[in-house]
């Protein structure tokens, strides 16, 4: 996954990706740690954070992204034909 997350988003008016850990391996789970190393690659206008374990909730003012929650909605510009 590492080796891919560079272009995960070109063009995307939005990327959510999981951020479960901030930098502990957990098998089948995207890490914080990732997202940073590629931040100026992903490409995307705007990344939401979702899946954030407990302690990354109690930091997510830290993380640097936006942060899913119960409910969210979000707004994407309308897409012309």
């Excluded at 959510?16 to 990732?34: C, P």
């Excluded at 374990?53 to 119960?70: F, P, V, Y």
Aim: avoid cysteine; charge should be negative; charged fraction near 30%.
């Amino acid at each position: 996954m590492d080796r891919d997350a560079g272009g995960a988003g070109p063009g995307a008016d939005l990327l959510i990706a999981e951020g479960y850990t901030d930098q502990r391996k957990i098998r089948f789970h995207l890490d914080v740690a990732i997202l940073r190393r590629h931040a100026g690659r992903l490409g995307a206008r705007r990344v939401i954070l979702t899946h954030l374990s407990a302690e990354l909730l109690a930091r997510a003012d830290e993380l640097g992204w936006e942060t899913a929650s119960d409910g969210m909605t979000v707004d994407l510009p309308a897409v012309r034909p």
